[in-house]
């Protein structure tokens, strides 16, 4: 019987499988090193998208418009200051009633976790500065978010003022037009800043924050109000004219004749005949209580006793009119430190001392009057003369000597 040979299989060598294993596991490890480039190279575009939405949440997106202007400002437009840290984005950091987030945008995560952390799921790193920086990925990522605080919280704008004719105030109506703009404080609430043109109408509103901002121009003896919204960018300079409908400031049309009534503004020259107040911030009495715009605690005069004193200052004298004068009133702007404090609005006229109505102080400042339809010297009624001669001031007490009460403003106002 014929044997039936085995043909041998052929099959891998151990050195074979060896190699081929090896092989094997370094194309696995580059393709997870690419793989692993590729994760994060996605987390990183998605966190640099992340870190660019926090930062628009936080100063606004420049392509978002309202009208014909920009719309956005983000939490700095309506607080007015950079944000303690990211969770004020999505929470109020403290009852603000100029808060209106959420700022996230849609599509955003808006929960604690997600605002917080990048695509790593490390924390970002925040603390209120000009960036916002990831360092999950092993390096830092930053987003720059602006490249001062000054550009967003410290801007100005330039501007001029003229009734319907175009012509100017001048030196007579300048005082009589308040200019008002309403701003964020910065911790929750608002403020309004007072300005005044100059003769030629033109003003400087300084310090103004990014946003959409509340104006007013009033001219005061009429009521007389412009009202717009005033629109501010970062590092803005940008004018702005303003014009009154009437005639207010033109000769014999609008206050100019003695067809008309109006108001004289004037305000401290140099110390009066009695000086009882100590000052802060200034070199002489009067000094603390003539500037145009209140600076609040900056420069005052302090009355710090229970028993009453004044304090009186030569007043500016005014232009020469041959219109009838009606009135002349003390405005003072004064405020208390504790629970009592009053205030008398006072004229001195030929070395006697006139008073008003005593008017209990409030803890913050606010402004007090008396108003003399007469002269109180003679009775008659005002002329020139007697405004050129007049002092004006304040009568005023405190609670003790550690809580005094505190003026920082006086003028009077001659309505003709």
């Given at each position: ?15 074979e499988l ?79 009633s100029t ?269 007090y009057s ?47």
């Amino acid at each position: 019987m014929q044997k039936t040979k085995l043909k041998s299989i052929d099959g891998f060598s151990l050195l074979e499988l060896t190699v081929g294993i090896i092989i094997l596991g370094i194309l696995l490890a580059v393709a997870m090193q690419s793989m692993t480039s590729v994760v994060n190279d996605v987390r990183q575009t998605k966190t640099e998208r992340e870190m660019e939405m926090l930062a628009s949440s936080i100063v606004g997106d420049a392509d978002l418009s309202q009208g014909a202007g920009r719309g956005d400002f983000g939490y700095v437009g309506d607080i007015g200051a950079f944000p303690p840290n990211l969770n004020a984005l999505y929470n109020n950091p403290g009852g603000y009633s100029t808060w209106k987030g959420p700022y996230l945008p849609q599509g955003f995560t808006q929960d604690s976790t997600g605002l917080k952390t990048d695509e790593w799921g490390a924390a970002y790193n925040f603390t209120g500065g000009m960036t916002i920086t990831s360092t999950g990925s092993g390096s830092t990522i930053t987003k720059k978010i602006a490249r001062a605080t000054a550009d967003y919280l410290i801007n100005t704008v330039n501007g001029d003022i003229a009734d319907g004719a175009g012509s100017p105030p001048g030196s007579v109506y300048g005082d009589s037009i308040n200019i008002q703009v309403t701003i964020p404080n910065g911790t929750g609430g608002t403020q309004n800043k007072l300005y005044k043109p100059n003769s030629l109408g033109n003003f400087t509103l300084d310090s103004i924050p990014v946003g959409q901002h509340p104006l007013r121009v009033i001219y005061t003896p009429l009521s007389d109000t412009l009202f717009r919204y005033l629109t501010v960018y970062p590092r803005h300079k940008s004018s702005l004219s303003l014009r009154f409908a009437s005639t207010h400031f033109t000769s014999g049309s609008g206050g100019g004749g003695c067809d008309s009534s109006g108001t004289i503004v004037l305000r401290p020259s140099g110390n009066g005949s009695i000086t009882n107040f100590s000052d802060v911030g200034c070199f002489n009495n009067w000094q603390c209580v003539d500037e145009v715009t209140s600076d609040g605690d900056n420069t005052r005069v302090i009355r710090a006793s229970i028993s009453f004193a004044t304090d009186v200052y030569n007043i500016q004298n005014p232009a020469t009119t041959s219109c009838p004068l009606f009135s002349v009133t003390v405005y003072c702007m004064a405020r208390r430190t504790q629970s009592q404090g009053e205030v008398m609005p006072t004229l001195y006229l030929n070395g006697t001392e006139y008073n008003g109505t005593m008017q209990s102080l409030t803890s913050s400042y606010a402004i007090y009057s008396h108003q003399w339809t007469t002269n109180p010297n003679t009775s008659a009624v005002w002329t020139i003369s007697d405004i050129n001669s007049l002092q004006a001031g304040v009568r005023m007490r405190g609670q003790n000597s550690n809580f005094p009460s505190y003026c920082t403003q006086v003028w009077i106002e001659v309505a003709y």
